[in-house]
């Protein structure tokens, strides 16, 4: 008896201990703009809580400060090609920037020097979306050249790439790709990534061990066109998880265009049906929330969730691509000539 009621007492102060989030009923954003000249910018990284690293669709790669000033910023021009970049990368020791397009070329800004690492000529050739599981494992992906997505790996900190070969991948279905809409068509939590894709079948392609098996699922986003599909996963666990996209030929579409997992991805639920945000190009959970708090951006606007994503309010009309946060306070946004600092009050 004495042992049970120990028990009894070792649950009840572990179950107190865990605090229940409770997610704030609304909120207010405050956004500092920071001009970025002649450039769209859809790849942000978050450095530190002060600083956001970026690479943008005029071939540079640069880190912006906290008070609006450029450092280190570098233009790359390789064999006369200026990089179109939509995918870009952190670690502790160098920056990775990929290039959309023929030929595909990625980039490590390292100790002010930049080295191109990896190159594919191929016609079919566009990367959409890159992000690194630890400081020596990394993944790319892009649309299939072949039967497969375009997947490359690194197991040595980005030194070296290499490209899977697709009978170690899961078959695409015809007319399927993905997104570079806002370097967020891949999400990462610890071993485990999710890619997602659209055109004529929006499915998520999961791996739990940094690609070596892999497994597909299918989902109810709308899909059936080249348009059509996800364009941003985020998962807060290994469980929870969010999808968003739509029709970019469709701003106002709202039909089809989120849904929310609590089992890996396996299977999905459709939310906030022909309600606000529409199209979407990036959503990301708010850090430290227990995936309560999600925020999307879109050429409609900014939106806030406080329901795991179930229900919406806007917060405001500005257009943005693509969204990555400091804290559950800050983020960083960009958009088209534009880098922004975004404080939740």
């Known amino acids: 008896m004495k042992k049970f009621a120990l028990i009894l007492t070792l649950l009840f102060i572990f179950t107190a201990c865990r605090k229940i989030y409770q997610p704030r009923e609304t909120v207010n954003i405050s956004i500092e703009k920071f001009k970025i000249d002649s450039a769209s910018i859809r790849a942000i990284e978050i450095v530190n809580d002060s600083s956001v690293v970026y690479a943008s669709s005029n071939g540079v790669i640069g880190i912006l400060t906290g008070n609006g000033k450029l450092a280190g910023t570098k233009k790359i021009v390789t064999d006369m090609i200026v990089p179109h970049f939509r995918a870009i990368a952190y670690t502790k020791k160098a920056v990775f920037a990929l290039s959309i397009g023929n030929p595909a070329l990625l980039y490590r800004y390292k100790n002010n020097e930049i080295e191109l690492v990896y190159k594919e000529v191929h016609e079919k050739k566009f990367y959409d979306s890159m992000k690194f599981f ?4 990394g993944i790319a992906i892009g ?51 999710w890619i997602v894709t659209g055109g004529l079948k929006a499915r998520v ?67 906030s049906e022909n309600t606000e945000p529409k199209y979407v190009s990036c959503v990301q959970y708010i850090p430290n929330t227990q995936g309560k708090e999600v925020f999307a951006v879109s050429e409609n606007g900014i939106f806030y969730s406080k329901s795991s994503g179930r229900i919406w309010e806007k917060v405001s009309d500005e257009s943005f691509h693509a969204i990555r946060f400091v804290n559950e306070n800050s983020a960083w946004v960009s958009g088209n000539e534009v880098i922004a600092k975004m404080t939740i009050n």
């Open 205 to 271: 392609f999961h791996t739990p061990d940094m690609g070596l098996t892999w497994e597909v699922y299918d989902t109810p986003i709308i899909q059936g066109k080249n348009s059509t599909g996800i364009y941003s996963v985020d998962f807060y666990s290994e469980k929870q998880g969010i999808i968003c996209g739509g029709d970019y030929t469709d701003m106002n579409g709202n039909y089809a265009n989120k849904a929310i997992t609590f089992n890996g991805g396996k299977t999905w639920e459709l939310v």
């Open 143 to 193: 649309d299939p050249t072949d039967d497969c997505l375009s997947v490359l790996m690194t197991r040595d900190g980005g030194n070296s790439w290499g490209k899977m070969d697709c009978k170690n991948l899961p078959k695409i279905v015809a007319g399927e790709a993905a997104f570079a809409a806002s370097n967020t068509n891949i999400a990462i939590v610890g071993e485990n990534a």
């Open 134 to 137: 630890d400081e020596m494992n």
